[in-house]
Structure formats: C-alpha cells, structure tokens
C-alpha cells in the first residue's frame, strides 16, 4: 500500500510494479481536481508529463485503485497481512467520516508526506535560515544570486527551496557564475548575459517543479490526527503523548524538547521526524519561527565508528604516567 501525496506517489507504484511487485492501492490526500488544476502548469515540461501520464496509464492498466482525498487512520497486523485503515478527508485534512473507514490489505505500507529542503550543512555552518512554507519549510537565507549570509558560501539546489531537479542545475549555474565574478574572474557584463539566459530557464523549469511541490506540500492539518500513543520519533521511540508532556512540562523550543525527550538524537538525527515535531511544538507557541531547528551536528550522516578512529592495537593507546605520590 502506497501512502501520502504527490507525484512521488505515482513514481513509486510504477517502480514496484516494474519491479516485480504487487501495490494494492495508493492513498492520496489530493483529489483529482488538485491533479486537474496543476495540468496546465506541468505542460511548461512536456517530457515529463508525458512521462507522468506512462506512469499513470501503467498503474491503471494493472487496475490499482487510487483513493484521491483519502488519508491513512492506523495500520493493524492480521496473520501474514496488515489492515490499513483508510478513510476520506476534506481539504483542511479533517476527517469527513470517521466511522465508515475502509480497509486496505497488504504486506507494506509506504507512506510519503513531501520534500523537505536539506539543511544540515548550512545549519552546521551558523548560516541564517529563514522559514518558507511555500519552498518546503526551512532555507538558508541567499540572494538573488545564491550567495548565503556566510562570506564565500554560495548554496544552491533543493537545499534553498524544493522546485526540482531541472532547477536546481540552473541555481547551481548562477551560483557557480557569482562565484567566479566575485573573484574578478568573470566581467559584470559577461556575468549578467550568462545569468540571463539561466533565469530564463529557471523561471520555466520552477513552474514545473513548484506545481508538483504543490501535490507534495506537508499539511500541517494532519498533526492534529495523530493519536496520543502515536509514534512521532521512530529512532528513539518516542510518543506524542512524551512531547505533548515535556511541552506542558516548560520546553519552549525545539532544542530543548530533543534534551527533554530524545527524538531528534538517532540514527536519522531528525531527517525523518523533524516536521512533524517541529509542527507539534509550534502549534502550542503559535509560529514555527518560536520553534526553531534543531542544532545541525556532525558526522551529516551515519558512519561506522572505525572509520572515525581508524585501525589500532591496544599497545598503540598512549599511558598517561602515573600520578607522583
């Protein structure tokens, strides 16, 4: 069972069935008329809605059923099986009808709620970020030519706002160039002309990217269902019912919450769960600016410890001499 909302949605039930697989359904908190109203815009890149359209055909040839304006409510093991709970929303994600839900068989459930920009990098720099629903949550501050508010950090690509693949070259183009001006390598002039012609594909390819955006937004509506025993920090194994109390308890921003409760401090640090705490915390001081982000840390991902500290015997750990008597 394929979960969540978007294009990303359609991209992984192709995938399983060319794999081999089999998708029961696919659970989509879009309706058909939010697909309908980003057509015109997707046609700014006919390939790729055409390749859309092969994904779609391939699926409804296999004869899955898509449930637009569904969300899943809870998942149950039964036997070998899972019962995904699903039932219909409106478009604040409320739940129209709570007690006629429907349930969906499968051995799997894939849920997907969006694209996040990735800033553990820039957060790890000091560098400022501001807070932008519309380009996927939290960015780096950068101007109009990808500079950050770091002297000689140019930052370009999903990690200033999710508009897709085919934006992020020409953002990284217009970064690279600034970067070359700025080290009197490139002449103002020669500099605009080429920065023109990437703004002009730019402007294009951000239409394309933006309308899916759109399909794959996180709503910060779905929060409010979510039940008290819910997992919200899979890692650390941590409940609503453990944030909702270090909340109520005096934890004021995000930081803190994670010292409180631990969510945030596994394996994923946070690239999972963040949003979705992030949001939870916010919607009890009022803004996600009061929440704040998480500190970023290194090592960006998980490594295998050996490889911070390398190959040695015992014999090579130096002794301290012992203290004098």
């Given at each position: 069972?394929?979960?969540?909302?978007?294009?990303?949605?359609i991209s992984?039930a192709?995938?399983?069935l060319?794999?081999?697989?089999?998708?029961?359904?696919?659970i989509?908190?879009?309706?058909k008329l939010?697909?309908?109203?980003?057509?015109?815009?997707m046609?700014s890149?006919?390939?790729?809605?055409?390749?859309g359209?092969k994904?779609?055909?391939?699926?409804?040839k296999?004869?899955?059923e898509?449930y637009?304006s569904h969300?899943?409510?809870?998942?149950k093991?039964?036997?070998?099986?899972?019962?995904?709970r699903?039932?219909?929303?409106n478009?604040k994600?409320?739940?129209?009808?709570?007690?006629?839900?429907?349930?969906?068989k499968?051995?799997?459930?894939?849920?997907?709620?969006?694209?996040?920009?990735?800033t553990?990098?820039?957060?790890?720099?000091k560098?400022?970020?501001?807070f932008?629903p519309?380009?996927?949550?939290?960015?780096p501050l950068?101007?109009?030519d990808?500079?950050?508010?770091?002297?000689?950090?140019?930052?370009?690509?999903?990690?200033?706002?999710?508009?897709?693949a085919?934006?992020a070259?020409?953002?990284?183009?217009?970064?690279?160039m600034?970067?070359v001006?700025?080290?009197?390598l490139?002449s103002?002039?020669?500099?605009?002309d080429k920065?023109?012609?990437?703004?002009?594909l730019l402007?294009?390819?951000?239409?394309f990217?933006?309308?899916?955006?759109?399909?794959?937004?996180?709503?910060?509506?779905?929060?409010q269902t979510i039940?008290?025993?819910?997992?919200?920090c899979?890692?650390?194994?941590?409940?609503?019912?453990?944030?909702?109390?270090?909340?109520?308890?005096?934890?004021?921003d995000?930081?803190?919450?994670?010292?409180?409760?631990?969510?945030?401090?596994?394996p994923?640090?946070?690239?999972?769960?963040?949003?979705?705490?992030?949001?939870?915390?916010?919607n009890?001081?009022?803004?996600?600016?009061a929440?704040?982000q998480?500190t970023?840390?290194?090592p960006l991902?998980p490594?295998?410890i050996?490889?911070?500290?390398?190959?040695?015997n015992?014999?090579?750990?130096?002794?301290?001499?012992n203290?004098?008597?």
């Amino acid at each position: 069972v394929v979960a969540g909302c978007g294009p990303l949605l359609i991209s992984v039930a192709y995938g399983i069935l060319k794999s081999g697989g089999k998708v029961s359904a696919i659970i989509d908190l879009n309706s058909k008329l939010d697909w309908i109203k980003t057509f015109p815009t997707m046609i700014s890149k006919t390939d790729q809605l055409l390749k859309g359209m092969k994904w779609f055909a391939y699926i409804a040839k296999a004869g899955i059923e898509i449930y637009g304006s569904h969300t899943v409510t809870g998942v149950k093991k039964f036997k070998n099986d899972l019962n995904v709970r699903i039932a219909p929303i409106n478009k604040k994600c409320k739940l129209i009808d709570y007690k006629n839900q429907k349930i969906i068989k499968g051995d799997c459930l894939a849920v997907g709620h969006g694209l996040f920009p990735s800033t553990e990098i820039t957060r790890v720099l000091k560098a400022k970020h501001i807070f932008d629903p519309l380009k996927g949550g939290w960015i780096p501050l950068v101007d109009n030519d990808f500079r950050s508010s770091i002297p000689g950090v140019y930052i370009a690509g999903d990690a200033t706002g999710i508009s897709g693949a085919f934006s992020a070259v020409n953002k990284g183009r217009i970064a690279g160039m600034a970067a070359v001006k700025d080290l009197n390598l490139l002449s103002l002039k020669k500099f605009k002309d080429k920065k023109k012609c990437e703004i002009v594909l730019l402007k294009k390819n951000e239409k394309f990217g933006k309308a899916s955006l759109n399909l794959m937004r996180f709503r910060p509506e779905l929060i409010q269902t979510i039940t008290s025993d819910t997992i919200v920090c899979r890692c650390e194994d941590v409940s609503l019912s453990e944030v909702d109390k270090a909340i109520s308890l005096g934890a004021r921003d995000i930081n803190q919450l994670k010292a409180w409760t631990r969510c945030g401090m596994g394996p994923c640090q946070g690239r999972t769960c963040s949003e979705t705490i992030e949001t939870i915390l916010a919607n009890k001081l009022g803004n996600r600016e009061a929440a704040g982000q998480w500190t970023g840390r290194i090592p960006l991902r998980p490594i295998p410890i050996d490889q911070i500290i390398g190959k040695f015997n015992y014999e090579d750990i130096p002794i301290p001499k012992n203290a004098p008597l």
